[in-house]
Each structure stands twice: as structure tokens, then as C-alpha cells.
């Protein structure tokens, strides 16, 4: 396929994925000649330091010797003398201009994956350990992404928009059939897969996880906890001072300097740096906001290894059994009415549902309008007997998703004689558990919140043309 990279089958929610690997020669080829421009224009200032210097004084001679003897009053004004050591006008320029140039192919590299990748990587035609992986996202900006072997899975795995995803290799039969039409796909992107579309007799004759398996579980899910990392201060305030809007601006400021506007310059960064602060402090405080919607972990009883023990919701894993149960203490009060639901709840911590879940043994009442908006209750029943696929979107009235509210949970009236799952500790309703952490339903949901913010918008390239045409304007006006 000559240099062109080659095309990996994704899931829907991507638009695009590219492999690539560093480009060290051109890497360090760039920076060679960066370093011989600024060393061609510093050796330029330096032979010509002190010529501006000489000539205005030349000049302040001629004039001394022109108007000698006449009255000060026909004397025109002095002109300022430039620094002793300034160096010609054009070899200034030229510094300016090259150390411009480096920045702003650092910006450039920052702002846009696209440029970095064509500048700093060349296309793999293999993908092993190391490689990194161009991300276009539908909703979101690309991101590029090194990947690494799994100790579990031994499958190359990247982390992206807090989900990880495994690389699975295609044989010649899947290579040739190839239905999404990529070129030359020689391998297929898949987000980490869920225990989610078995049959329900599957799910129905599980035994719960042992001690072997919960390890594993956990280093490819990792914990079920919906934590959004929130930068401190100075790391947002870098991110949104090196944006291209706010460097123009600064840059604009900045050029006031070299007509001796100091105030002015001085003023106009201050206002800067004082209004980017503000937003910085915003979305530091949707970050906080986010991390609150998540559900705070809780103690609740997961059958494991034969019998049943206590463990915190953020350990759960897809595949553990686990009983879902009001708090003693508020289940008088769920239970007086449903209805209860559409006024402003007291929330309890234990009452809301801390994963997606199927229900193989008793029946609950959820309040799901955090989740799909709906006020209204819905009942939850038992998944029959039956050997078909479960279908999150068919089977709600099966399911329990992450964020909802129980209002009523119990164990049902008999446990089946064939089941080999003890009753519940505390008569709660038995779950078998599908998704945990940001493969979740809430997870998703705040997967799209935090990175919604992020969308790429159309005229992305015309605001670029714009600022670049408004900096040259800048500079000549300089």
C-alpha cells in the first residue's frame, strides 16, 4: 500500500483509525534545522551588533554639525538612540521569524494530531507493541494513542476516552471479507467486550466468579468506579492559554512591546490571563460536578467462590451474582409509595443501582430518569427459562442500569429446585452483572458529557485561515 497507513476496522462510535510509528530521522532532522536557523540568524546579530547604534549616532553628528551655532529654537528634536548592541533591522527579523517558526510548529503539533502525525510519525505496516494508534472520534477530538500488551489477554490494547479497547487480528478469510470497506484492514479495534447478548439460560446456570478468574477481571475492566480525573489550576491554565485563539491574542499584545508600549502590553496580558482564569475555573467546576453524579461506592453481598461475602460495588466485575436490596431503614418509607418517585427524592447512597444488570431471581420497581429521562417507575421481573440472546433494548423490563434508583426489591416468592445459588442474605433481588465503571449506561453518560465539550467544529480550519491572515496583517502594521 506504498506509505499509506493502514485502515483498522472500529466500532461505530469511531470514524477513523490509523497506525503509525515514530519517525525518528525526520524527528531529529527537523530539529537540526531548526538549531542551523537560529544559528545562521544569532550569527547575523552578532555581526551586525551596534550597526543601528553607529548609524543613529552618525546621523546625531551630521545634525550637531549642520546646526551648529543657530538657536535652539530652530533645532529639531533629538531622536532617541537605539540600544548599544541592537543588531541590524534584518537580522533582527530573521531571529524573530525563526524563533516564531519553531513555536509555531510546537503550537501546530499541540493543536492538530493530523499535522504531528505528518510531521513527527510515518505510517506502520505492522502493528506490535509500541505502535500508536490515530483516533478519529465522531463525538470528541482525535487523539493519538500508544498501545501495549496485555499480561491477561496477550492482545496489543489502548485506552481511549476512558474505555479500552483490543486489537484482534483478522485471518485471510476475515481479511477479504470485509464489510465496513477500510483498505487494507489487517485487524480489527474492539471495544473491551462485555458478558452483554448471552442467552438467558446463560446467564441463569452462572455460579458466580472464583478466585482465579476475579483477578483477571479486574485488570481487563479495572475498578467500577465513575471518577473523572480533574486537572489542578496550572495544568488547565496551560491547556487553555496554548490554545490558537488565546496565543494569537497574546501575540498581538505582545507585539505592542516593540513600539515601546509597555503599559499597554503589560495591561492587555493581565486582562488575558485574568479571563481565560475564569473559564479555567468553570470547567475545573464541571469536572467536580461530573465526579458528583457518579454513584459512591456501598457495601452490598457478591456470591463468590461458593458462598456469599460482603464487598464494596466499586469490585464488582461483569460476571459476579449480587444482591441488590433497599437500606432497612428507607425501605418503610420506599414502600408507603411509588408515586413517591416523581417528588424530589431523598437519594440514598444504597438505593441506587451501581452497574448494568440482568435480575435472574425476584423483582424491583427502578425510578431509571437519570438515566433515559422517563419518570415514571418501571417493574423489573426475573429473565424466563429461555435459550435466546438477551437484548438490552428489548429486555428493559429485565435489566438494571447503572444510575438508577431501586424503590422496591425482593427475592420473589420461591427459589427454582434445580438452582444451585443459595437465597439472598437479606431477601433481596439476585443480579447477574452485565457492565461496571464507563462500559456502563451512566458511564456512557458522562463519557458523552466530558467529551462533548471537546467536539471538533466545522469552520475549525476557516478560524485557523482567519487568525494566520490576521497575523500577518499584525506583523506588517509591527
Not at 292 to 315: E, F, H, I, L
Amino acid at each position: 500500500a506504498g506509505r499509506r497507513p493502514l485502515e483498522i476496522r472500529h466500532p461505530s462510535n469511531i470514524t477513523s483509525v490509523r497506525v503509525h510509528r515514530p519517525a525518528s530521522v525526520r524527528r531529529y532532522g527537523i530539529l537540526a534545522v531548526f538549531v542551523a536557523l537560529h544559528g545562521v540568524c544569532l550569527q547575523l546579530c552578532l555581526r551586525t551588533a551596534g550597526e543601528p547604534y553607529q548609524i543613529a549616532l552618525e546621523k546625531v553628528k551630521a545634525k550637531n554639525r549642520e546646526y551648529l551655532g543657530r538657536p535652539e529654537s530652530e533645532r529639531p528634536p533629538d531622536e532617541p538612540l537605539p540600544w548599544e548592541h541592537a543588531p541590524n533591522e534584518w537580522a533582527g527579523a530573521a531571529l524573530f521569524f525563526s524563533l516564531s517558526a519553531h513555536v509555531l510548529f510546537f503550537l501546530l503539533c499541540h493543536w492538530r494530531v493530523s499535522f504531528r502525525v505528518a510531521a513527527l510519525y510515518q505510517p506502520a505496516h505492522r502493528v506490535v507493541e509500541g505502535t500508536w494508534f490515530e483516533v478519529v472520534p465522531f463525538r470528541g477530538q482525535p487523539t493519538l494513542v500508544e498501545s501495549w500488551e496485555s499480561s491477561v489477554t496477550l492482545r496489543l490494547c489502548i485506552e481511549f476516552q476512558r474505555q479500552r479497547y483490543e486489537f484482534w487480528e483478522l485471518d485471510d478469510d476475515s481479511k477479504n471479507d470485509d464489510d465496513s470497506g477500510s483498505l487494507a484492514a489487517d485487524g480489527e479495534l474492539k471495544l473491551m467486550e462485555c458478558p452483554v447478548g448471552l442467552p438467558f439460560t446463560t446467564y441463569l446456570e452462572s455460579h458466580g466468579l472464583k478466585g482465579g478468574e476475579v483477578a483477571d477481571l479486574r485488570h481487563r475492566y479495572g475498578s467500577n468506579i465513575l471518577k473523572v480525573t480533574t486537572p489542578g489550576f496550572w495544568r488547565c491554565s496551560r491547556e487553555q492559554m496554548a490554545s490558537p485563539l488565546v496565543v494569537f491574542r497574546l501575540f498581538i499584545a505582545l507585539l505592542w512591546a516593540f513600539d515601546d508600549f509597555i503599559v499597554h502590553t503589560v495591561s492587555s496580558v493581565f486582562m488575558i490571563v485574568m479571563f481565560e482564569s475564569t473559564s479555567v475555573l468553570q470547567r475545573i467546576q464541571m469536572l467536580k460536578s461530573l465526579n458528583n453524579m457518579g454513584t459512591k461506592p456501598y457495601d452490598v453481598q457478591v456470591y463468590r467462590d461458593d458462598c456469599w461475602m460482603t464487598a464494596s460495588t466499586s469490585d464488582l466485575l461483569p460476571g459476579d451474582l449480587v444482591q441488590l436490596v433497599l437500606d432497612k431503614a428507607e425501605a418503610p418509607k420506599q414502600a408507603d409509595s411509588i408515586l413517591a418517585a416523581a417528588r424530589p427524592p431523598q437519594v440514598s447512597t444504597t438505593d441506587v443501582v451501581p452497574c448494568d444488570c440482568v435480575l435472574l431471581r425476584g423483582a424491583c420497581v427502578a425510578n431509571e430518569a437519570t438515566i433515559s429521562g422517563e419518570s415514571v417507575p418501571q417493574m423489573k421481573d426475573a429473565v424466563p427459562s429461555e435459550a435466546r440472546a438477551l437484548d438490552l433494548e428489548n429486555d428493559r423490563c429485565h435489566c438494571l442500569f447503572s444510575g438508577s434508583r431501586l424503590l422496591r426489591a425482593s427475592d420473589g416468592d420461591s427459589i427454582p429446585d434445580d438452582s444451585e445459588i443459595p437465597a439472598t442474605p437479606d431477601g433481596g433481588c439476585l443480579c447477574y452483572v452485565l457492565r461496571t465503571g464507563f462500559y456502563s449506561s451512566q458511564g456512557e453518560l458522562l463519557q458523552v458529557i466530558e467529551f462533548s465539550r471537546e467536539s471538533v467544529t466545522g469552520d475549525s480550519k476557516e478560524i485557523m485561515v482567519a487568525l494566520a491572515i490576521l497575523t500577518c496583517f499584525a506583523l506588517v502594521a509591527a
